[in-house]
Structure formats: C-alpha cells, structure tokens
C-alpha cells in the first residue's frame, strides 16, 4: 500500500505495523525516517520501546522475536531496520521466518525497513502506479522483484523517494526556503540552482544556511544577491582566520570562511575544537581584570600566545565580555554533540553555530573592561 499522505500519518495517525521507506532522494528517506522516529520516540517514556538495529547483524528470526514483543509503556514498540536489503532480498527458509511475520504482524509494533539500496526494477515504482498508463509496468517491476520485495510493497505501507526530475527541484527548493521561513525571489531561485546543481543535500545545506542568514538579517525575501554573496566562494581560507573574524564580530566573512572549511575541507569537528580553545583563552583573560599591572609578557604567557597577537585576544575580549566568553562555551559544547550525534548536517550545524557565537556580541548587557 502507497502511502499518499504519509508525512501527516506520521505526525499524528494511527501508524502501520510495517513500514517501507526507500528511494534515490536519501535526504527525503532520512527525514521521514526522523519523523516517524520522533513520533514514537515521544511516546516512549522508558526509553526501552525504540531501537534500531542493522540488518547485516540480526538473522530474521531474531529481528521477528524483537517485533514480537509487547511495548513497556509506550502504545507502540519502534523498530527501525537499517541496511534493510540484507533481509529483503533473501528467499527460502532463510526468510520463512520474516515471511511468516509479515503475513501476520504484531499490531502494537511498528517495524520500519530502511533500505540502502534498491533493486533496479523497483526504482520509479511509486510514479509508475500513479500514471494509469504505466500499471502493467508497475506490475511487471513487482514480479521481478527479489525475495520479500514483492510481499511487503502489495501488503504493507510504503513511501518512495524517488530521483527528483530537474524540473521538480526548482519547486521543492522554493518550498524548502519558505518551510524554513524565508522566501527566494525568482532570480534568487535560479542563482541558487546554477551555483549548487539539482543535488538535494548540497541545496539544503545552502538553504539552511540562507535560513540563518535571512534570520539574522530580519530579511524575508531574500533576492539573486544575498545568494551570490553567501552560495558562493572563490579563496581558500585557514581555520585562524575564521577565530579571528569571530573575534572581530565580522559575521559576514565568519560565516563565509566557515562554510568553505566545512564543504571543501570536512573540518567540522577541529572547528569546535579551535574555537573551544580560542574562547577558554579569552576566559583566561577575565584573571587579570583585577590586575591592571599586569604585564604583557604575563597576559600572553597564561594564554599561550605570542606577545605581538595579545592585543587581538584582548580586543576580542572587550567585544564579548566575560558573560558572552561563558555563554559561548556551552554553546561550542552543544555544536559538538550535534556533530558527533549527527543531530544534523554538519554546515548547518557550523552555520548556526558561528551565528551564535556573534549574537553574543550584539548582546547589549555585557559591560566594558579595560584590559
């Protein structure tokens, strides 16, 4: 059974036994699986009635003894397969068991299939079914499918994501930016489309971060050059000359320079750390407010710096404040659970970070110091 309506379904409707998400759009598969996850997982007041399991290593009777039993507290038991292809592509006895329980699911379990990968006959199966014209096609695919395929796209609930048509991108993109409160304009559209392609993951991640550009601005609309300005970069920038933009409260080139070393670079994580240590350099700094006598030699000794870079990290340290300097650690802290939790893609996370981090500048309670 297609499901038509499924985001909905998932957000508040009675929830099938058994669940098939799959498709080339892997973001869209990604987030119908949070969903759904997030549904079940607000209802768990255990924390023992969701899990998640791979599919390479449970057999298929242990994954069906899992599926079998009741919930503890919650009204549904969540199983989430990933790597599903490995159970659903086997025949035989080696399947006889899964067979066996799809045939006659528990009711107060919701086993979710994530496959990786899909057999090529089934690839455009939910668009085949919605055109009158291609049932017979539609059939056809699902005779040729292999092992449990067959069994669980005619009796069970399923949701494809299908390749998007290079048509379709400019749509969803525009949907996209306005679910995450902002609107492009036209020639907005169609310089963020020729500077980032038809990929759905390399648009999020730009449009995520046009969401904290449009935030941070107060801007609603943005137009054709707020996108060239933020979508594109042409220089190759260190990871010390984004501490010091930040240390300036230069938002526009922090951002810049942060996007380029996430994308080009992959260096997410030493972006924390830096920063970590940039600002617990900083803190260091709030020692010597009582002692205006302090020498220079002293103040870079304790933060392990050179004597001719002391100034930047005291004007830094003007600009936040001592408050701001706290504040800015728990943040750095929270972006690195996010990281390596993969709460969420990783520029975005690194985008709203750096935002974060500037905003405590422009908090006007943090008092002068004179160091």
């Given at each position: 059974?297609?499901?038509?309506?499924?985001?909905?379904?998932?957000?508040?409707?009675?929830?099938?036994?058994?669940?098939?998400?799959?498709?080339?759009?892997?973001?869209?598969?990604?987030?119908?699986?949070?969903?759904?996850?997030?549904?079940?997982?607000?209802?768990?007041?255990?924390?023992?009635?969701?899990?998640?399991?791979?599919?390479?290593?449970?057999?298929?009777?242990?994954?069906?003894?899992?599926?079998?039993?009741?919930?503890?507290?919650?009204?549904?038991?969540?199983?989430?397969?990933?790597?599903?292809?490995?159970?659903?592509?086997?025949?035989?006895?080696?399947?006889?068991?899964?067979?066996?329980?799809?045939?006659?699911?528990?009711?107060?379990?919701?086993?979710?299939?994530?496959?990786?990968?899909?057999?090529?006959?089934?690839?455009?199966?939910?668009?085949?079914?919605?055109?009158?014209?291609?049932?017979?096609?539609?059939?056809?695919?699902?005779?040729?499918?292999?092992?449990?395929?067959?069994?669980?796209?005619?009796e069970h609930a399923w949701v494809e994501f299908?390749?998007?048509?290079?048509?379709?991108?400019?749509?969803?993109?525009?949907?996209?930016?306005?679910?995450?409160?902002?609107?492009?304009?036209?020639?907005?559209?169609?310089?963020?489309?020729?500077?980032?392609?038809?990929?759905?993951?390399?648009?999020?991640?730009?449009?995520?971060?046009?969401?904290?550009?449009?935030?941070?601005?107060?801007?609603?609309?943005?137009?054709?050059?707020?996108?060239?300005?933020?979508?594109?970069?042409?220089?190759?920038?260190?990871?010390?000359?984004?501490?010091?933009?930040?240390?300036?409260?230069?938002?526009?080139?922090?951002?810049?320079?942060?996007?380029?070393?996430?994308?080009?670079?992959?260096?997410?994580?030493?972006?924390?750390?830096?920063?970590?240590?940039?600002?617990?350099?900083?803190?260091?700094?709030?020692?010597?407010?009582?002692?205006?006598?302090?020498?220079?030699?002293?103040?870079?000794?304790?933060?392990?710096?050179?004597?001719?870079?002391?100034?930047?990290?005291?004007?830094?340290?003007?600009?936040?404040g001592a408050a701001a300097v706290e504040q800015?650690?728990?943040?750095?802290?929270?972006?690195?659970?996010?990281?390596?939790?993969?709460?969420?893609?990783?520029?975005?996370?690194?985008?709203?970070?750096?935002?974060?981090?500037?905003?405590?500048?422009?908090?006007?309670?943090?008092?002068?110091?004179?160091?």
């Open positions: 059974m297609m499901l038509e309506h499924w985001e909905e379904r998932f957000r508040k409707g009675s929830l099938p036994p058994v669940v098939l998400l799959f498709g080339e759009e892997r973001l869209l598969v990604e987030e119908a699986y949070q969903l759904l996850r997030e549904r079940l997982e607000g209802q768990d007041a255990t924390g023992m009635d969701v899990e998640v399991v791979e599919a390479d290593a449970v057999t298929p009777r242990e994954l069906v003894e899992r599926a079998s039993a009741y919930p503890l507290g919650a009204p549904y038991r969540g199983i989430f397969v990933r790597r599903a292809e490995h159970l659903l592509n086997r025949t035989g006895e080696a399947a006889a068991a899964l067979v066996n329980y799809l045939r006659q699911p528990q009711p107060t379990t919701v086993l979710v299939f994530l496959p990786d990968t899909v057999p090529d006959s089934l690839r455009g199966l939910s668009r085949h079914l919605r055109n009158p014209k291609q049932q017979q096609k539609a059939e056809r695919a699902l005779q040729r499918a292999p092992g449990i395929w067959p069994l669980l796209l005619r299908p390749k998007l048509y290079d048509r379709e991108v400019p749509s969803w993109a525009a949907q996209r930016a306005h679910r995450f409160g902002y609107e492009l304009s036209p020639m907005a559209l169609e310089a963020l489309l020729a500077i980032v392609g038809s990929d759905l993951v390399g648009l999020d991640n730009e449009l995520r971060k046009l969401a904290l550009v449009a935030q941070s601005s107060g801007i609603r609309r943005l137009e054709a050059e707020h996108v060239l300005q933020w979508a594109g970069l042409s220089r190759t920038y260190t990871i010390f000359e984004l501490q010091k933009a930040i240390g300036q409260g230069n938002r526009e080139e922090a951002l810049r320079i942060a996007q380029y070393l996430v994308r080009s670079q992959r260096q997410e994580l030493l972006i924390v750390a830096t920063l970590t240590r940039y600002f617990l350099q900083l803190w260091k700094l709030a020692d010597f407010e009582q002692m205006p006598a302090a020498s220079v030699e002293s103040m870079a000794a304790a933060l392990g710096v050179h004597p001719f870079f002391l100034s930047d990290y005291q004007a830094a340290y003007r600009r936040f800015a650690l728990f943040v750095l802290q929270r972006a690195e659970v996010a990281l390596k939790t993969g709460a969420a893609p990783a520029e975005s996370v690194i985008a709203e970070l750096v935002v974060r981090l500037l905003d405590l500048v422009s908090q006007p309670s943090h008092p002068q110091h004179a160091l």
